[in-house]
């Protein structure tokens, strides 16, 4: 096969720092939507996850995507632990946040996979689990032509963990901690270098971290393949209406990045904003709260908790907020809430990687002045945040389709596979 005929259909190896289901937050969603997409395509999907105790799943779970997507679990307890982390700095070079997720159980069902069964493709979730393509660069020297036939390994880079932590080392004032997240970063800087050259391609999902690959030594191709989103998941219900004047932030609160944005969205930002626009309201929703969000007692904030579909949530109020400081990779929330015909208000690195223009299908703002301007034409109806939304809706179709980021990567998938062998006359 040519590496421009496109494969028929393949067996996709898909490593996972955890089941990538329930899809409710954006690592979960942008793993799960690719195995789902492939198998639609008629391609097989092996998911091989670590099955961690803060998500831990049956292995049934993704029973309901049928035959062509087949789950195994590998259970590891991820959870943090201050000996072990205190030993991890003292001790060892790895990351802590690498290191939870080495196993040997792990280790042993890859190689047991991959000993046992044909793949066309191994592809790593994020940087979590690149480790592993460490290990297997270590079996094929040591273990020679046994391991030669091995298929190709690709990264597929969710993003790079070092700049989030270096960013929020710059904002914290509490000297220990920024001591300890420099030297955290320091180490994902390194890991991250060292990791990047053990993979025959890196799909980075922002062109800004394809970029920061290219700048940090990655010589093997690096391409570009967004996050997308599954339109059937978020189809818009004609018969619901948004509630006027209302704002609502939606994600993972267990991620530091989003728990530091909305610190500053309500000590920088809302006091004001209460203040100049009082029939405002803000909702709030996400899983792993922690316990000064979820018992938040502020007038005019609506604290929901986790909610089942998030569709619905953002369906019932008017414009989205995503104030994030620091962070890496695609904000999977914002495309879909713009798949949704929502209007987005967020800062320029929480729109980093999608490709939009403020003022037509997003607005952007960076410091409280601009967020309360933007604030005080909603609410006084100049924004044209319903035009705005029906644009973003629009550039979801056009460009984050999951049907065009799955044949994205079977494209890559193509190319790598090697040429076939000419017999001799």
């Not at 690592?27 to 395509?41: H, K, P, T």
């Not at 991620?255 to 100049?276: I, K, M, T």
């Not at 803000?282 to 792993?288: I, Q």
């Not at 907020?321 to 209007?343: F, H, N, T």
Request: glycine content about 8%; some cysteine; aromatic content about 10%.
């Amino acid at each position: 096969m040519q590496p421009d005929q496109p494969l028929s259909f393949v067996h996709i190896l898909q490593l996972c720092p955890r089941v990538p289901y329930p899809p409710t937050d954006g690592g979960a969603i942008a793993m799960y939507d690719v195995a789902a997409g492939l198998a639609r395509a008629g391609h097989r999907v092996t998911v091989l996850a670590i099955n961690t105790p803060k998500h831990h799943q049956p292995a049934t779970v993704l029973d309901h995507l049928g035959p062509n997507v087949r789950l195994i679990t590998v259970d590891v307890n991820t959870n943090l632990s201050p000996v072990k982390a205190l030993r991890n700095l003292l001790f060892s070079q790895l990351p802590y946040n690498v290191e939870r997720f080495v196993s040997d159980a792990v280790k042993a069902k890859l190689a047991e996979l991959l000993a046992q069964e044909q793949f066309d493709v191994v592809q790593l979730e994020g940087t979590f689990v690149a480790w592993y393509a460490g290990y297997w660069v270590e079996r094929t020297i040591s273990d020679g032509p046994n391991w030669r036939h091995l298929p190709p390994v690709i990264l597929r880079a969710h993003n790079l963990e070092y700049t989030i932590w270096q960013q929020l080392a710059e904002h914290t004032s509490n000297p220990l901690k920024k001591w300890y997240l420099s030297k955290l970063a320091h180490r994902l800087k390194w890991f991250e270098h060292w990791m990047l050259t053990r993979f025959d391609a890196v799909a980075a999902i922002t062109e800004a971290d394809q970029q920061r690959m290219r700048q940090i030594g990655c010589q093997e191709p690096v391409v570009f393949i967004p996050a997308g989103v599954d339109l059937s998941r978020f189809r818009r219900d004609a018969t619901v209406r948004p509630r006027p004047r209302t704002l609502f932030m939606i994600g993972s609160f267990d991620w530091l990045p989003n728990q530091e944005g909305l610190d500053w969205f309500l000590r920088e930002v809302w006091p004001a904003a209460r203040v100049q626009f009082p029939e405002l309201e803000l909702h709030l929703a996400g899983k792993n709260l922690p316990e000064r969000f979820a018992q938040l007692q502020v007038p005019g904030v609506t604290v929901h908790g986790f909610v089942e579909s998030a569709a619905a949530f953002m369906q019932q109020y008017e414009l989205m907020l995503v104030p994030l400081l620091s962070g890496g990779g695609m904000r999977i929330k914002i495309i879909e809430g713009m798949a949704l015909g929502k209007c987005i208000l967020s800062t320029g690195l929480g729109a980093e990687g999608i490709h939009v223009r403020p003022g037509f299908d997003i607005v952007l703002g960076d410091s409280p002045g601009e967020w309360l301007t933007h604030l005080g034409r909603f609410y006084r109806g100049e924004l044209g945040h319903t035009d705005i939304g029906e644009e973003a809706a629009r550039t979801i179709v056009r460009l984050y389709d999951n049907r065009r980021v799955v044949e994205s990567f079977v494209d890559l998938y193509t190319i790598l596979q090697p040429a076939p062998r000419v017999a001799a006359s």
